[in-house]
């Protein structure tokens, strides 16, 4: 099992990575832990020494900054400030999403402004090593003073209250303290505000989506060559001279990948009929490298945001200042989810475009990629599937960043809505998946049509070990459970092999 241990060492993708495709674990260093603990100690040092109120620490919240809390109460605040603000509701967050979640609020708390004790941090790294993960709700964050209510429930089981996921049952808090042997935690000044405002909710999803978006990609670029040789396409649009005269990195990136996919095809080598390609296919570095330059964007946003602090008040021991400010807010992030989304759909509907080429009966294919069409329906409704998500996908991918809606009496007069633009960036990739696998379904459908001619060795492996779980389409079958079948392929194959030279 991998350990990573807790430091102020930057976070990347690389990392994240390894962290989250296997089982881990996390361990704090012994700098991490003097941090913490200087940085609460100076807090209740301060505190003790003086008579101004310091916000979220001495007095209410939101609106309520004016109203000053007696030192006898200050603990109790924080509970009711948890309890108070785990208001989610609807679908529950994924869990592998929760897990991300855990280890972003970790990472954030051990930069030592955060004024968290050592043993909150301590209890924070128990759940994420004993696979006790909160029950999180996807609705009820505006992005802006944080993540409120999804980090309220995030937090809840600290107090022994709420639900987690444990053992693959979601179970009361209190059941596995008790299982445990542990007590909950007493909340200090200021914890609360620190465990829930942030932006843990929208970096987690953020996180996760350009994981799999960073290997999403990489699968339209090799789906796309297949459809293309398929379709009996021309490489001339692939070459890099082209490519070099308008200078974008992921053009460029594109078409040299496209170009070592179809290495060796006997089908991209033969004499063309055809002067042009249609744009679905002609123009995929162009579409793609878009997509790829925006990841690229993006994951840079969120590994900014992963190596920050992000709740508020700042603790800055050294230079003996508090700072209320808005690190919490969201909006940098909720641009980037609604960039993302926009790019994601990019990526399946111009897939979409190539799956209605190759069921058109063009370019000697059969008309629905069936050899007795009529008969036969053939490929003709996997496409209108194909339609109906890019279709949804465009209606998802209206900005969520657009709108703000005004809380806390007015305190709170701007918000980003990047919770809400977080789980719909969410629902785009997992569409963008379903797409690719219908692309794939009917390009190696399309691609034995061409036989004896054949592809290039990376692409006549991905055919055969394609087939080897999707089956030729000889006559009329249950298509979904085929459509199932090439969405499972698609999320369980690694695309690196067919990236390899073969």
Same mark, same amino acid.
């Given at each position: 099992m991998y350990t990573h241990q807790i430091t102020s060492d930057p976070i990347d993708f690389t990392i994240l990575h390894k962290i989250f495709s296997a089982p881990s674990r996390l361990e704090l260093s012994g700098e991490t832990r003097q941090k913490v603990q200087a940085c609460r100690e100076y807090l209740?040092?301060?505190?003790?020494?003086? $008579?101004?109120?310091?916000?979220?620490?001495?007095?209410?919240?939101?609106?309520?900054?004016?109203?000053?809390?007696?030192?006898? +109460?200050?603990?109790?605040?924080?509970?009711?400030?948890?309890?108070?603000?785990?208001?989610? /509701?609807?679908?529950?967050?994924? &869990?592998? /999403?929760? =897990?991300?979640?855990l280890f972003l609020k970790i990472q954030s708390l051990s930069y030592g402004k955060s004024g968290v004790q050592v043993q909150t941090l301590e209890r924070l790294i128990e759940f994420y090593n004993h696979d006790i993960l909160p029950v999180v709700y996807t609705q009820g964050s505006l992005g802006a003073?944080?993540?409120?209510?999804?980090?309220?429930?995030? $937090?809840?089981?600290?107090?022994?209250?709420? @639900?987690?996921?444990?053992?693959?049952?979601?179970?009361?808090? *209190?059941?596995?303290?008790?299982?445990?042997?542990? *007590?909950? /935690?007493?909340?200090? !000044?200021?914890?609360?505000?620190?465990?829930?405002?942030?932006?843990?909710?929208?970096?987690?999803?953020?996180?996760?989506?350009?994981? =799999?978006?960073? @290997?999403?990609?990489?699968?339209?670029?090799?789906?796309?060559?297949? !459809?293309?040789?398929?379709?009996?396409?021309?490489?001339?649009?692939?070459?890099?001279?082209?490519?070099?005269?308008?200078?974008?990195?992921?053009? /460029?990136?594109?078409?040299? &990948?496209? &170009?070592? %996919?179809?290495?060796?095809?006997?089908?991209?080598? =033969?004499?063309?009929?055809?002067?042009?390609?249609?744009? $679905?296919?002609?123009?995929?570095?162009?579409?793609?490298?878009?997509?790829?330059?925006?990841?690229?964007?993006? #994951?840079?946003?969120?590994?900014? @945001?992963?190596?920050?602090?992000?709740?508020?008040?700042?603790?800055?021991?050294? *230079? +003996?200042? %508090?700072? $209320?400010?808005?690190?919490?807010?969201?909006?940098?992030? #909720?641009?980037?989810?609604?960039?993302?989304? %926009?790019?994601?759909? @990019?990526?399946?509907?111009?897939s979409e475009r190539r799956v209605y080429r190759l069921i058109s009966g063009a370019r000697k294919l059969p008309s629905f990629l069936v050899a007795n069409p009529g008969l036969n329906s053939g490929f003709m409704i996997p496409q209108y599937t194909a339609a109906s998500i890019v279709s949804q996908n465009k209606q998802y991918c209206t900005p969520a960043s657009i709108d703000s809606i005004e809380s806390s009496q007015g305190q709170e007069d701007h918000v980003s809505m990047g919770a809400n633009g977080a789980v719909k960036a969410l629902k785009v990739m997992e569409n963008l998946e379903k797409l690719l696998a219908i692309e794939l379904f009917n390009a190696a459908q399309a691609l034995g049509f061409r036989r004896p001619a054949s592809s290039s060795p990376a692409l006549e492996q991905l055919v055969k070990d394609f087939g080897n779980q999707v089956e030729f389409v000889e006559n009329d079958k249950i298509m979904y459970k085929e459509m199932e079948k090439a969405y499972n392929f698609l999320k369980n194959q690694s695309v690196d092999e067919y990236l390899q030279t073969h």
């Open positions: 209740d040092q301060k505190i003790a020494g003086q $008579s101004e109120p310091v916000y979220g620490v001495t007095t209410g919240f939101g609106s309520l900054c004016n109203h000053s809390i007696s030192d006898t +109460d200050l603990g109790q605040l924080q509970k009711n400030l948890v309890m108070s603000h785990a208001c989610g /509701i609807g679908e529950k967050v994924p &869990r592998e /999403i929760v =897990r991300i979640m003073s944080g993540d409120l209510a999804p980090l309220a429930h995030l $937090s809840l089981p600290l107090l022994g209250l709420g @639900e987690v996921f444990f053992e693959n049952q979601e179970t009361p808090t *209190e059941q596995v303290y008790k299982q445990f042997g542990w *007590e909950p /935690i007493d909340l200090a !000044s200021k914890e609360g505000l620190a465990l829930l405002n942030g932006t843990q909710f929208m970096g987690a999803y953020g996180a996760y989506i350009l994981m =799999r978006a960073l @290997e999403l990609e990489k699968w339209a670029d090799v789906i796309g060559a297949l !459809s293309l040789d398929a379709f009996d396409g021309r490489i001339e649009p692939f070459f890099d001279p082209v490519h070099q005269v308008r200078h974008h990195k992921g053009q /460029i990136e594109t078409a040299a &990948r496209i &170009r070592k %996919i179809l290495q060796g095809s006997a089908l991209i080598e =033969r004499p063309k009929n055809h002067v042009q390609d249609p744009y $679905s296919f002609r123009c995929i570095p162009q579409v793609h490298g878009a997509t790829k330059d925006t990841i690229k964007y993006v #994951a840079g946003v969120f590994e900014n @945001e992963i190596n920050a602090v992000t709740d508020n008040p700042t603790i800055f021991p050294q *230079e +003996d200042l %508090i700072i $209320s400010a808005g690190n919490f807010h969201g909006q940098p992030l #909720a641009l980037a989810l609604d960039f993302l989304a %926009i790019a994601m759909a @990019e990526l399946g509907n111009i």
